[in-house]
T-cell receptor, first 116, second 115 residues
Framework: AQSVAQPEDQVNVAEGNPLTVKCTYSVSGNPYLFWYVQYPNRGLQFLLKYITGDNLVKGSYGFEAEFNKSQTSFHLKKPSALVSDSALYFCAVRDFLGEYGNKLVFGAGTILRVKS | GAVVSQHPSWVICKSGTSVKIECRSLDFQATTMFWYRQFPKKSLMLMATSNEGSKATYEQGVEKDKFLINHASLTLSTLTVTSAHPEDSSFYIC???????????FGPGTRLLVL
């Protein structure tokens, strides 16, 4: 079965420093990977995705992620963190199995706290 | 682009009543929409997959008679929580699948409180 793991419940970083939110995946076949961000009491906002092509994917709000097939990872990164980046981040993988092949399997989520 | 709305954003109801939540894709057509439930500080739990013009597919453990889903058009899906009880209190989030981008876009969520 398709799955993703976010090994850190929380990541703390100082404003202006680079940030990394980790995600590893386990899939059958080629992975379709996604990052979403959730602010308190809101739905999820799409940040970026990897389907094919360049391993370095650039997304919204200055975020990027690197697809690493050998390490089965898709870590989310940003060169310089902002306090406003503080939120809950979800990694997800498309589940090609089952009746409808466009379901998403989510990780447990990682809380990012950026301190000024 | 790819905006999804939900209505209402908040609802408080008495135990035993039914509540309808609407999910709309505002600027694209979605043959597939999804309904999720999220508990505090937890990940999303997929409840059901809604396909336009056909019956919804429910995940294991989700009562189809309690959580009625209708996807009557390419831009609207509804979730009705029937005979709601306090344990149904939760944050319900929908998403709409944009086929051209192979991406789910999420609504802002609906907070349900059953008294």
């Amino acid at each position: 079965a398709q799955s993703v793991a976010q090994p850190e419940d929380q990541v703390n970083v100082a404003e202006g420093n680079p940030l990394t939110v980790k995600c590893t995946y386990s899939v059958s076949g080629n992975p379709y990977l996604f990052w979403y961000v959730q602010y308190p009491n809101r739905g999820l906002q799409f940040l970026l995705k990897y389907i094919t092509g360049d391993n370095l994917v650039k997304g919204s709000y200055g975020f990027e992620a690197e697809f690493n097939k050998s390490q089965t990872s898709f870590h989310l990164k940003k060169p310089s963190a902002l306090v406003s980046d503080s939120a809950l981040y979800f990694c997800a993988v498309r589940d090609f199995l089952g009746e409808y092949g466009n379901k998403l399997v989510f990780g447990a989520g990682t809380i990012l706290r950026v301190k000024s | 682009g790819a905006v999804v709305s939900q209505h209402p954003s908040w609802v408080i109801c008495k135990s035993g009543t039914s509540v309808k939540i609407e999910c709309r894709s505002l600027d694209f057509q979605a043959t597939t929409m999804f309904w999720y439930r999220q508990f505090p500080k937890k990940s999303l739990m997929l409840m059901a997959t809604s396909n336009e013009g056909s019956k919804a597919t429910y995940e294991q453990g989700v009562e189809k008679d309690k959580f009625l889903i209708n996807h009557a058009s390419l831009t609207l899906s509804t979730l009705t929580v029937t005979s709601a009880h306090p344990e149904d209190s939760s944050f319900y989030i929908c998403s709409a699948y944009l086929a051209t981008g192979e991406t789910q876009y999420f609504g802002p969520g609906t907070r349900l409180l059953v008294l």
